[in-house]
């Protein structure tokens, strides 16, 4: 009957999504419908993006004897113009780099941050009520001070081998010259519409000439995106923060303060005060690997290392082919987001207790929960040396518009890097050609609950939490596979079953990101809906018995590096427009 009733909805939404795109805050893209192919690269250096323009940019840097993050930089330049609506100039993302010559792991945080000007009443109505999300998204209070352009700056300066200007080159020409868009950036536009973008003439006039999304047959093109490149390829990344693009910045934050009285607009310090922070790795063994990944301000890393641990303590490690392994794998990443969505903050408000969390004894009391306790709502827990709860219990948050790219260079340099504008196409303000990110929307919207202060309160100063989660994992002291993804909240819900595929189940790349996704939400169990890779089970064993189960489309664009037999080998998730490609 079950097995029915998922068919039905499934024939419900394929028949509706040609029409309109889903709009919510889980998923306000969808996977691209008609993807036939799972683009796959093998060699000693290999290239796995978001998009084939990114892809055969970040090759050609490598082919010219770039490093990895001189790729890196090239490809989010030109993610920047040919996939706006997911990461940007004006965004932020983190990054992972493993340098092999120095056998150093390093990860960099270039998270937006809210500005001096900042209350942590910001989102909230007169009535003391949150902003509906729609209207928040829009919002100028929404903009936190981007962090990508100063993370790429400061890696390029540590890593790179070209010269800075020369690797924003081909992001130059396709902003100064067009490219013909494609279908997923037509139809992300069309959501941004759905969303709204009323306030936002730029935008309008931008990316919905005439009111409709530029044509598929023409080249598009952003000469002010253009002009934005050119000044960073001429003065450098620190001109984003202190010198000419700083001063257009500013002025159309002033611009946006002139709109919106309520909005108390930014100074110059918020640009010139922003600082990429070099962190220590958060990393947990899983039998014989050493999986490592960004800490708090992202959350992300945190929730797929938990998920793992508990699926290892309740002994759920079997093939695909066992329906228990699907379902307590959705136990655990309930489990898991309790956690994580009460305990993680910004770290400059104090240390989060990643170590108690991950704990054998504690994960082993919480496993043993998850498996004797199904039908409970899974509440945060009290990890070693905790007395008591310090925080209420925040609502939910979400992001949605971002993306992941994995490099590794002949040197064996390897670059896991995810980064976010927020919402598609992210608050839809545009300042010199940049579509401005909505990242502070990630804050909790109610500062307190009932007088408790909520951990992921907005401050000035502080960054959001994030759940982005780019990992390198490592046997043997050696890296061994590199992985991330977009999805927003669901992005741990992804990778925990990626990493479960490629490490336990031992499935190829291609079948690690094309199998079936699955993902625990307050409401009930989504499954994913005409998977690329067929499901190994019949969905009717998968019924959670507390929640109701629902079958859409989920839109993850994974990026997976895997060392086989001397070769790293490159697949890209082909939910998105991803691809693989080798630069030997």
């Known amino acids: 009957m079950l097995r029915a009733l998922l068919l039905i909805l499934g024939l419900c939404i394929s028949s509706t999504s040609a029409a309109a795109a889903p709009v919510s805050r889980d998923d306000p893209e969808s996977a691209d419908p008609g993807q036939a ?3 796959t690269a093998a060699g000693d250096a290999v290239v796995v993006t978001a998009n084939p323009r990114a892809s055969r940019a970040a090759v050609a840097v490598l082919k010219a004897g770039g490093s990895a993050v001189d790729a890196l930089v090239s490809a989010q330049a030109v993610l920047a113009v040919v996939e706006p609506q997911s990461s940007g100039l004006a965004g932020g993302g983190f990054l992972m780099h493993w340098d092999a010559r120095q056998q150093q792991l390093q990860v960099l945080d270039g998270r937006e941050v809210a500005p001096l000007s900042s209350r942590p009443d910001d989102l ?12 928040a998204t829009s919002r100028p209070q929404a903009i936190g001070v981007p962090g990508t352009v100063a993370l790429l700056w400061d890696v390029h300066q540590q890593h ?8 924003l ?5 396709l902003a100064r010259d067009g490219f013909r868009p494609s279908p997923r950036l037509r139809r992300s536009i069309g959501i941004a519409q759905r969303i709204g973008v009323d306030h936002s003439p730029a935008f309008q006039a931008l990316y919905l000439p005439g009111g409709q999304p530029p044509p598929a047959n023409r080249p598009f093109r952003n000469p002010a995106l253009a002009r934005t490149l050119e000044l ?35 100074s110059p310090a918020d640009l010139a005060g922003y600082a990429v922070v070099q962190r220590s790795p958060l990393c947990h063994r899983l ?22 641990a508990l699926l290892n303590q309740s002994n759920a490690l079997s093939g695909p082919a066992d329906p228990q392994t699907w379902r307590l794998l959705a136990r655990a990443q309930a489990w898991a987001d309790a956690d994580r969505l009460y305990w993680v ?25 998850l498996q004797t306790s199904p039908a409970a709502r899974p509440t945060p827990g009290l990890p070693p040396g905790l007395a008591a709860y310090p925080y209420a219990l925040p609502e939910q948050s979400r992001e949605q518009g971002t993306t992941h790219l994995a490099i590794v260079d002949g040197e064996g340099n390897l670059a896991a890097y995810t980064s976010s504008v927020e919402t598609v196409f992210g608050s839809r303000h545009l300042v010199a050609g940049m579509v401005l990110n909505n990242q502070l929307t990630d804050f909790a919207f109610r500062p307190s609950i009932n007088g408790q202060p909520v951990a992921n309160r907005r401050r000035p100063g502080r960054r959001p939490v994030s759940s982005m989660a780019p990992m390198i994992v490592f046997e043997r002291g050696q890296p061994l596979l590199s992985v991330g993804s977009p999805g927003g909240r669901s992005i741990p819900h992804v990778l925990s079953r990626v990493l479960l595929a490629s490490l336990i189940w031992r499935e190829p790349p291609a079948r690690a990101v094309g199998l079936p996704h699955l993902s625990r939400r307050r409401n009930g169990l989504v499954l994913e809906q005409d998977p690329p890779l067929p499901w190994p089970v019949a969905l009717d064993q998968l019924t959670p018995g507390d929640q109701p189960i629902r079958s859409q489309r989920l839109g993850s664009g994974t990026a997976l590096l895997q060392k086989i037999n001397g070769r790293w080998h490159g697949a890209a998730d082909p939910r998105r427009e991803g691809t693989a490609l080798s630069a030997d």
């Open 232 to 266: 960073l390829a001429k003065d450098g990344g620190p001109s984003f923060y202190n010198g000419e693009l700083a001063q257009q910045i500013l002025a159309g934050m002033a611009a946006l303060q002139t709109d919106q009285p309520d909005f108390r607009g930014w």
């Open 169 to 173: 080159q081909p992001a130059i020409r």
């Open 124 to 135: 909230l109505q007169p009535s003391g009520e949150p902003l509906p999300w729609r209207e």
């Open 37 to 39: 192919a799972i683009s």
């Open 345 to 369: 903050h910004d770290p400059k408000d104090g240390a989060i207790p990643t170590g108690p969390l991950l704990d054998p004894v504690y994960i082993q009391s919480r496993a043993i929960a």
């Open 287 to 308: 039998r014989s690997y050493r999986l490592c990944t960004v800490p708090p301000p992202s959350s992300g890393g945190l929730a797929v290392l938990q998920t793992l």
């Open 160 to 167: 790179g081998r070209l010269p800075w200007a020369t690797t």
